[in-house]
């Protein structure tokens, strides 16, 4: 049987129409007549199998036409052929209808036996042609790569943008795997995603992927990967489909601007110059690019300006910042801290000076850069070099160094965006770095002035041997206030002094400058520890009424101890001062319980004196409150941990020099946020035999017995060369004290370096001295004293005052010149 004029003949390899849409079945013997008829059939005839079969099938068409092409196919020899087509059969109400049919020639052994026939409603067949050719061209002409893949994750269907994306026409990629040979996408990114979505059935959408297309002029793109299940009936995996959205510029805009928050972030954080560097060049390796690094001028690290010169050789920079680090730098590049050879006069060499970026995008570009410079090239290219930026760090119209980026694993080579991109953050870092340098600069100079206000860091006196140290603030903390000062009394006394100025900068510096000096007048008063504090107290409140040019630097705390190697005694006060801690010849170490007043410019509060015996031999520590604070915040646990470290210390037998040093590496390597002002002395003693003390009434008797108790002791100690002078200062102070003050009267002489004699009485009239006119009688005494003693003076005591003098152990013959 053969169909009618109209219908489409097919071999019988050929798919002919879909079966699923000719769910409506019969057959037909040889001779034309219906032998089967399907429940779908008569759904769309609407005629009852017992009805039809036996009947000719032609009667079911309408037109004569059709009945006769149908009858004279029959017979026809390619009647053994399959045909399909659409004809108009009679539907049982007497109503038209429209049927695809699909029909297929029967054989059995003696030949041709008849035809299956299937049939569906055309109208539907025909809506479901025209959506299988939406979808069919919704899938190919999309713009968007995509990609079918079935459950063991082979192609099964790419569209031409997908084939595009991977680099290979679908007929060689269809029933390959996932990732073979499309190296133009991250292929293993790509195959762990569809491992995800095959095992845990989720889609995963919008994963950033990177992909390289082997055309076109930007060969570095960014997808979207979306990947979602494709699913049958009861959630059966059929495969799974991929799509790639191309968001480069998005992508990159996202990146640039997450790489500008890290820099802004990351990039100055301290002022310090070296950190700043480092900073810069951290922030660019990988992001950027896979080697950096950032070189400044040598004035720079220093805090100056650079020279404002134009030629290349004469930048003298040092590399400063490199990334990565360690092991990881590049072989053969120089190392952070070396100082590269002078650069050549080359045009490149001279646009970065002019503040301009370079941008060298190849390797022809890299390799014409270094042409005649092959010597230099082994220093600033690194194994594997492509592609370069080098950008000036400029600020304030200055070129302060250079920052140099390099891809050498990364294969895409850098663009006019990344150019733009590193001038940008080389700005803001230049910035950074210039702030740092200047501050670097204040810094110093407030370092120095803080350094030439104190006194040498190793002091010698009879009464101690003494080594200060002094820590400025680091890490972008501004200078602070904190001395230390050791003062040689008379009668070989020392005073030992610290203080902390509250408040930072140079007008803290300043305040420390003039309590210092105010601390030096005052002792020459010779004043207890708790008076001198109180004109302390007073003079800052003064500072406070100057006015407002002293900010907030109006108030400081301060200790002030005073150490007698005669009676081995320490006097101290404190004015909100931590206390010193003491640390015994035989390993005792505690804090002295001091009662700290109030502190300095507080006024209307006393201060109280403490006073306690001092071995020699013993280590006393005075510092300020920033020891303390580099333990921790709580100043109690810092006091212990400092005595700890001074007793383990002190155990060693060490120098002064050697505790000190140590102990302040002990609380750290980081920068400190605060001043560390420390003072360690080693007591000594006068020895007693070495001392000699008298008391007389106040009786005009008592001078001769005065001058021969000196001579005596001179002779005794060997000094009768100083005899004389001494009888002469015993005799004018004694007679003055009987005069003028009453008794009792001490008298004592101490031999050490120098020959010391005082005399006390209970009067607290001070000696004036004066140039006595030619007619007076008397008045000439202290006049005597101060030409026949180096120095003399006077200091009041609870029950009077002392008149001391100093003279030296062999005779001067210029004292005995009298002016008369």
């Known amino acids: 049987m053969s169909g009618p004029g109209n219908a489409r003949g097919t071999g019988a390899e050929e798919e002919g129409l879909p079966p699923e849409l000719c769910p409506a079945t019969a057959s037909v013997d040889r001779m034309g007549a219906v032998r089967l008829w399907s429940a779908e059939a008569e759904a769309l005839l609407g005629y009852p199998a017992k009805e039809v079969c036996g009947t000719p099938a032609v009667e079911l068409l309408t037109t004569s036409g059709d009945r006769e092409a149908a009858l004279a196919g029959r017979d026809r020899p390619e009647a053994g052929r399959g045909w399909d087509g659409v004809l108009a059969l009679r539907h049982h109400d007497g109503h038209e209808v429209r049927v695809a049919l699909r029909v297929r020639p029967l054989a059995d052994r003696e030949g041709p036996a008849g035809w299956s026939v299937s049939a569906g409603d055309a109208r539907r067949m025909e809506r479901e042609a025209a959506d299988r050719a939406l979808m069919r061209a919704l899938f190919e002409q999309n713009p968007a790569p995509i990609a079918l893949i079935d459950g063991e994750s082979r192609y099964r269907l790419l569209n031409a943008a997908a084939e595009r994306v991977l680099g290979h026409p679908r007929d060689q990629l269809v029933g390959r795997h996932v990732g073979a040979d499309t190296p133009h996408v991250d292929s293993e990114t790509v195959a762990r995603v569809l491992r995800q979505v095959r095992e845990s059935g989720e889609s995963v959408l919008g994963l950033p992927v990177r992909g390289s297309p082997p055309s076109g002029p930007d060969r570095d793109r960014w997808w979207s990967l979306s990947t979602f299940p494709l699913t049958g ?54 992001d950027l690019g896979d080697a950096a690094w950032v070189s400044l001028s040598e004035a720079v690290l220093e805090g100056d300006e650079p020279p404002k010169t134009t030629g290349p050789g004469q930048w003298n920079l040092r590399r400063i910042g490199v990334a990565p680090p360690g092991d990881s730098w590049p072989t053969g590049l120089p190392a952070v801290g070396t100082v590269p050879p002078a650069l050549p006069d080359h045009p490149l060499i001279r646009r970065i000076g002019q503040g301009e ?77 210039d702030n740092a340098r200047r501050y670097t600069r204040e810094h110093r100079a407030a370092v120095a002035l803080q350094q030439r206000l104190l006194p040498a860091a190793t002091t010698e006196t009879p009464a101690a041997e003494n080594v200060g140290f002094y820590v400025p603030a680091g890490d972008g903390a501004e200078i602070g206030g904190d001395w230390y000062d050791v003062i040689a009394l008379p009668s070989f006394r020392v005073a030992l002094v610290a203080g902390d100025v509250t408040g930072h900068g140079l007008p803290a510096t300043a305040t420390m400058g003039r309590l210092r000096t105010a601390v030096d007048t005052l002792t020459d008063l010779e004043l207890g520890p708790d008076e001198l504090l109180a004109h302390l107290d007073d003079l800052v409140q003064q500072f406070k009424e100057e006015g407002p040019h002293q900010g907030d630097t109006v108030g400081a705390s301060c200790l002030y101890a005073v150490y007698d190697p005669v ?8 004015a909100g001062h931590p206390p010193p801690v003491v640390i015994r010849p035989d390993g005792t170490v505690r804090s002295v319980e001091i009662s700290p007043g109030p502190l300095l410019g507080v006024g209307g509060m006393p201060f109280e004196a403490t006073t306690f015996d001092l071995e020699p031999g013993s280590m006393v520590a005075v510092y300020t409150k920033g020891v303390l604070y580099r333990y921790g915040h709580d100043p109690d646990a810092g006091l212990r941990r400092l005595t700890d470290q001074l007793a383990r210390l002190a155990a060693t037998g060490r120098e002064l020099d050697g505790v000190g040093h140590e102990l302040l590496q002990s609380l750290g390597g980081a920068p400190a946020r605060d001043d560390m002002a420390l003072l360690l002395a080693r007591t000594r003693a006068i020895d007693p035999a070495d001392t000699a003390t008298w008391e007389f009434p106040a009786d005009a008797s008592v001078v001769s017995a005065a001058r021969e108790a000196a001579a005596g002791q001179l002779a005794a100690w060997g000094l009768d060369e100083v005899s004389f002078t001494t009888e002469l200062v015993v005799s004018e102070l004694v007679t003055n004290a009987v005069r003028y003050a009453g008794g009792p009267i001490g008298l004592r002489l101490i031999r050490g370096n120098v020959l010391v004699c005082e005399v006390s009485d209970p009067s607290n009239t001070q000696p004036r001295l004066r140039r006595a006119r030619w007619s007076d009688e008397g008045g000439r005494g202290l006049f005597l004293i101060a030409q026949l003693t180096t120095r003399w003076g006077s200091r009041y005591t609870r029950s009077g005052k002392t008149i001391w003098t100093e003279q030296p152990l062999t005779a001067d013959p210029g004292l005995l010149e009298l002016p008369w």
């Open 567 to 574: 009676t081995r005694q320490c006097t101290l006060a404190s």
């Open 357 to 433: 970026t370079v941008l060298l995008p190849d390797l022809d570009s890299v390799m014409a850069a270094s042409e005649g410079h092959v010597e230099l090239a082994a220093l600033f290219v690194p194994e594997h070099g492509h592609s370069a930026i080098a950008a000036p760090l400029f600020a304030r119209g200055l070129v302060l160094g250079t920052v140099v980026v390099w891809r050498t694993r990364t294969p895409v080579a850098f663009r006019q965006e990344d150019a733009d991109l590193l001038t940008e953050i080389a700005s803001r870092a230049a910035l950074g770095v």
């Open 233 to 286: 009936p009861a959630d059966r995996l059929l495969g799974m489909c991929q799509t790639y959205a191309d968001i480069t510029h998005g992508y990159r805009a996202e990146r640039r601007m997450e790489l500008l928050t890290k820099a802004g972030e990351g990039i100055g954080a301290t002022l310090d110059v070296a950190r700043t560097a480092q900073e810069l060049a951290d922030v660019l390796v990988p």
